[in-house]
């Protein structure tokens, strides 16, 4: 499931319903990430928690920074961010490595990509679109996300009626 900026909600089918209506959704998450504490912890467990974190795409954009570790901040909190966005945090088969965020284009907006649980989960909660906001300074990584989309569908039996005349 590829969700950016870019994406916008469309009609969603409920299950028994005679109507694609929109059900609007919307939802936010953020973290901030003290560069510090993050430097800190490369230091202690090195190459291990770089490669459960990041992919090489995102490992490639970090490094291109005047310091890799401002990237890492970055990127580590717009994973969390989503997992926020989503109301779940990182729970179950969830994993880092479910999220990637790329840079495609000159204009450098990031965009997010999700697989496995992660993806799975966006999908059941409905989501369509995933909006990311990333800024880093020497101290702090902080990220906004924003899901957009459809929303679950209501249960059959939560459905409101219309009473008969």
């Given at each position: 499931m ?27 998450g ?20 770089i ?12 490094r ?44 450098g907006?990031?965009e997010?990509?999700l ?18 906001a990333l800024?880093?300074c ?28």
């Amino acid at each position: 499931m590829i969700v950016n900026a870019a994406s916008q909600p469309g009609p969603v089918p409920c299950p028994g319903s005679r109507s694609r209506a929109l059900k609007p959704f919307l939802s936010c998450g953020i973290d901030l990430m003290k560069v510090a504490r993050f430097e800190q912890e490369v230091a202690r467990r090195g190459d291990s928690l770089i490669g459960e974190l990041f992919s090489a795409a995102e490992l490639a954009w970090c490094r291109r920074r005047r310091r890799a570790a401002e990237g890492y901040a970055m990127v580590y909190a717009a994973k969390e961010a989503l997992f926020k966005a989503l109301g779940t945090g990182k729970t179950g088969r969830m994993a880092w490595s479910d999220i990637e965020i790329r840079w495609p284009g000159a204009e450098g907006r990031p965009e997010m990509t999700l697989s496995g649980e992660t993806a799975a989960e966006a999908e059941r909660t409905g989501v369509t679109g995933v909006h990311l906001a990333l800024a880093g300074c020497r101290d702090y990584g902080v990220a906004w996300v924003v899901v957009s989309g459809g929303g679950p569908c209501p249960a059959p039996a939560a459905r409101a009626r219309m009473p008969a005349r």
